[in-house]
């Protein structure tokens, strides 16, 4: 069994900062791309960034310059650090990863339970 569980929403008020963490844990043989999703009330679930095996890193427009991904293949994790926080960016927050169990088993794709964060003064 896989879980992935991510920690560090809130609240701040606009223009502030927060880092989320996310965590794979369980029967892991690799981790591929790891990724942040957001979803807010009555919108579609959408990416945020996303890092590859490598290192390699994608952003949404809305996020370019304020969010950065990165991750920790040895500790099975990644962050998402927000900077200047706006009140659009208020959603719930969800990490996503890409693991397969065992060298034989094939590709699962694996969702935390998501994290609130509000934007709000």
């Known amino acids: 069994q896989v879980q992935v569980v991510e920690s560090g929403g809130g609240l701040v008020q606009p223009g502030g900062s927060l880092r989320l963490s996310c965590a794979a844990s369980?029967?892991?043989?690799?981790?591929?791309?790891m990724a942040w999703y957001r979803q807010a009330p009555g919108k579609q679930r959408e990416l945020v960034a996303s890092?590859?095996?490598?290192?390699?890193?994608n952003y949404a427009n809305s996020a370019k310059g304020r969010f950065t991904i990165s991750r920790d293949n040895a500790k099975n994790t990644v962050w998402l650090q927000m900077n200047s926080l706006k009140p659009e960016d208020t959603a719930v927050y969800y990490c996503?990863?890409?693991?397969?169990?065992?060298?034989?088993?094939?590709?699962?794709?694996?969702w935390g339970q998501g994290t609130q964060v509000t934007v709000s003064s």
């Open positions: 890092i590859s095996s490598v290192g390699m890193t």
């Open positions: 996503n990863a890409g693991i397969r169990s065992t060298p034989v088993d094939g590709l699962g794709v694996y």
């Open positions: 369980g029967s892991i043989f690799i981790i591929y791309t």
